[in-house]
């Protein structure tokens, strides 16, 4: 897994991404600096089309630092489409 050098705005905060390639699968991680690097958005690609999405949520608790509190994760079916999204 390697930055990537680009960033993204999230939750209104300034967010950077990783990327880790293998074979024809792609995953990238967004990350915010700004608390303690938690991972805010992942995304899983087969040959560059999106797979699964996952939108992660934080609240800060004293003394733990940040902990998620509310997450998305979406599947996506062969042709692009939404499959399903808890």
Not at 15 to 39: H, L
Not at 40 to 60: F, L, P
């Amino acid at each position: 897994m390697a930055p990537t050098g680009r960033r993204l705005l999230i939750q209104k905060k300034p967010c950077y991404e990783w990327e880790r390639r293998f074979g024809y699968f792609t995953e990238r991680f967004w990350v915010d600096p700004s608390r303690d690097c938690v991972i805010v958005a992942y995304q899983a690609m087969k040959r560059e089309q999106i797979v699964t999405k996952m939108d992660i949520g934080y609240r800060e608790e004293g003394g733990a630092g940040y902990v998620p509190n509310q997450w998305t994760i979406s599947v996506f079916s062969s042709d692009g489409m939404l499959d399903q999204s808890v």
